[in-house]
Nanobody, 119 residues
Framework: HPVESGGGSVQTGGSLRLTCVASGYTDSPYCMGWFRQAPEKEREWAARIFTGNTPYYDPSVKGRFVISEENDKNTVYLQMNSLKPEDTAMYYC???????????????WGQGTQVTVSS
């Protein structure tokens, strides 16, 4: 299963970089990215990328977050800049054969990493 790192607590306007490594995943090409879930809110895509394609960003993070990949290492990064309190959530890395719209369709999940942005 994917392993995430890089979460933490920052103040508004700060930056964090999340890393996800999915060692042992063999399908190629693949979709890899980050769902996030804030307390009492539904899980939503933050950003995702399908091997070699243009990334997708939720409109709320577009222009602030950048997702990048290293295919040969099954690794994806999420650089989060200009963080806002509304970015506070648990961020989950997923990897799968397709970029499913529903998180329920993914069978390979990380344990999650908490991102907290204080005002």
């Amino acid at each position: 299963h994917p392993v995430e790192s890089g979460g933490g607590s920052v103040q508004t306007g700060g930056s964090l970089r999340l890393t996800c490594v999915a060692s042992g995943y063999t399908d190629s090409p693949y979709c890899m990215g980050w769902f996030r879930q804030a307390p009492e809110k539904e899980r939503e895509w933050a950003a995702r990328i399908f091997t070699g394609n243009t990334p997708y960003y939720d409109p709320s993070v577009k222009g602030r977050f950048v997702i990048s990949e290293e295919n040969d290492k099954n690794t994806v990064y999420l650089q989060m800049n200009s963080l806002k309190p509304e970015d506070t959530a648990m961020y989950y890395c997923v990897i799968g054969k397709y970029c499913y719209s529903s998180s329920d369709m993914f069978t390979h999940w990380g344990q999650g990493t908490q991102v907290t942005v204080s005002s």
